[in-house]
């Protein structure tokens, strides 16, 4: 079976999951779970059959993403948005502990204390495959 094919599969188990969602009487937890599963599957399938249709589409295509231009806007288009990530969890830290709700701002916090390790480490490894 072809690669691309695999991702139809992908639309199958989102027919699944929305059935499930629908018609089995889980507990509202379970439902929000599975909706965060088909959310999940459905992107991820509908992105990669979108790219294979591009590519089978535009020669070019493909050597335009790769271009060192274009790689080097999505690198910094990255770094800005983790940046602004960070400035987010901050700000929702800051205004968590404003209101006097601690178990989300101790989930922020460590959200924001974790993501430049992640990065750090991500970059470590992505360092040594290359």
Same mark, same amino acid.
């Given at each position: 079976m ?15 999951? &929305?059935?499930?969602? !629908?018609? !089995?009487?889980?507990?509202?937890? +379970? ?6 599963a088909?959310?999940?599957l459905?992107?991820?399938s509908? !992105?990669?059959?979108?790219? !294979? ?6 020669e ?6 790769e271009?060192?231009?274009? +790689? ?5 288009a990255?770094?800005l948005a983790?940046g ?8 929702a830290t +800051?205004?968590?502990?404003i ?10 916090? +460590?959200? &924001? ?8 480490l991500a970059s470590n ?6």
């Amino acid at each position: 079976m072809k690669r691309t094919k695999l991702w139809y599969l992908g639309y199958a188990a989102c027919a699944a999951l &929305l059935l499930l969602i !629908a018609f !089995a009487d889980f507990p509202k937890g +379970v439902d929000v779970g599975l909706a965060c599963a088909f959310g999940a599957l459905f992107g991820v399938s509908y !992105a990669e059959l979108w790219y !294979a249709k591009q590519v089978k589409k535009d020669e070019s295509f493909e050597i335009e993403v790769e271009d060192e231009r274009n +790689v080097q806007i999505k690198y910094r288009a990255g770094y800005l948005a983790c940046g602004i990530d960070m400035a987010l969890f901050g700000l929702a830290t +800051v205004i968590f502990i404003i209101l006097d709700y601690t178990l989300p701002a101790v989930i922020t916090g +460590v959200m &924001l204390a974790v993501q430049p390790l992640i990065l750090i480490l991500a970059s470590n490894a992505i360092g040594k495959r290359i």
